[in-house]
């Protein structure tokens, strides 16, 4: 295994964990925003106010995004696997 594999091993690694993160991440930042930004219109500084929001809003992603992230998951994982006499002969 030449470490030109393994950098890019690595990189398709990196690119499909920031593939499989960002639709959550995205939603937990925007909801996040907003209930802060209706917290400090209205005044109201409960904590539960801005973590019920954001689990709703994630599960909710996670339905619709949810097969998306599946999907691309297992194309890393084949492509890896079918990678590896590829990788083991170098």
Do not use: E, N
């Given at each position: 295994m030449t470490p030109e594999n393994?950098?890019?091993?690595?990189?398709?690694?990196?690119?499909?964990?920031?593939l499989l993160s960002a639709p959550l991440l995205g939603i937990a930042l925007v909801v996040g925003l907003l209930v802060s930004v209706f917290q400090a219109a209205t005044q109201l500084n409960e904590m539960t106010?801005?973590?019920?929001?954001?689990?709703?809003?994630?599960?909710?992603?996670?339905?619709?995004?949810?097969?998306?992230?599946?999907?691309?998951?297992?194309?890393f994982t084949i492509?890896?696997?079918h990678d590896i006499p590829h990788l083991i002969n170098q």
């Open positions: 393994i950098i890019t091993v690595g990189q398709q690694a990196v690119w499909t964990t920031l106010l801005s973590f019920v929001p954001k689990i709703l809003a994630m599960a909710l992603v996670l339905v619709f995004a949810g097969p998306w992230m599946l999907h691309l998951i297992m194309d492509h890896l696997f």
